[in-house]
């Protein structure tokens, strides 16, 4: 069974410019998450899906921050413009219904880096 | 706010001894907690999970021990292997917010053979 695919792997940006972080869950998972785990910190969750709507962003800084995933599929995680302090890991995650309580399934993530 | 409170934030243990990572909650109405392994460079996962109404769970070398009244809970790495190093994050969630995970700060382990 294919995981959570993810790219790019890394991404180096000036601060001011904008980036996009790109998921694709495993195949029949409902539930999608993106999380930001920033070095020496514990993951956090920014945005979780349901198909393709929203259940939770509340940890979303919607200012610069946005996503959606269309046809309840593949995601896409936006940052515009990026600061300095959006340095970290962007996770993405993906679970099924029925599944055992708390398991996500996470891919390798992105590697943001904001100059 | 941090929610749940990992400690130590980072642990060396000889080949064969016991790993132990310990994590503290606030919020009574956390009813789950799951840990979490991350290999560098690798995405966490799942590791092992207990509910509050059970004191202790054991998977294998593994062992989750629960203190309700002390909101507190660790694991245990019995015989641990230099295959274990990695960083270890304790997790909580409620009920009603379905998987929704608040995680602590995250444990390196190291295991020195």
């Not at chain 1, 610069?64 to 309840?72: M, T």
């Not at chain 1, 600061?83 to 398991?103: I, M, N, T, W």
Request: hydrophobic residues 35%; aromatic residues 12%; proline residues 5%.
């Amino acid at each position: 069974e294919a995981g959570v695919a993810q790219s790019p792997r890394y991404k180096i940006i000036e601060k001011r410019q904008s980036v996009a972080f790109w998921c694709n869950p495993i195949s029949g998972h409902a539930t999608l998450y993106w999380y930001q785990q920033i070095l020496g910190q514990g993951p956090k969750l920014l945005i979780q899906f349901q198909n393709n709507g929203v259940v939770d962003d509340s940890q979303l800084p919607k200012d610069r921050f946005s996503a959606e995933r269309l046809k309840g599929v593949d995601s896409t995680l936006k940052i515009q413009p990026a600061k300095l302090e959006d340095s970290a890991v962007y996770l993405c995650a993906s679970s099924f219904p029925g599944s055992q309580r708390g398991k996500l399934f996470f891919g390798s993530g992105t590697q943001l880096s904001v100059l | 706010q941090q929610q749940v409170k990992q400690s130590p934030q980072s642990l060396i243990v000889q080949k064969g001894g016991i790993s132990i990572i310990n994590c503290a909650y606030e919020n009574t109405a956390f009813d789950y907690f799951p840990w979490y392994q991350q290999f560098p460079g690798k995405g966490p996962a799942l590791l092992i999970a207990i509910r509050p109404d059970v004191s202790e769970k054991k998977e294998g070398r593994f062992t989750i021990s629960f203190n309700k009244s002390a909101k507190q809970f660790s694991l245990h790495i019995m015989d641990s292997q230099p295959g274990d190093s990695a960083t270890y994050f304790c997790a909580a969630s409620k009920e009603e917010y379905g998987n929704k995970l608040v995680f602590g700060a995250g444990t390196i382990l190291r295991v020195k053979s």
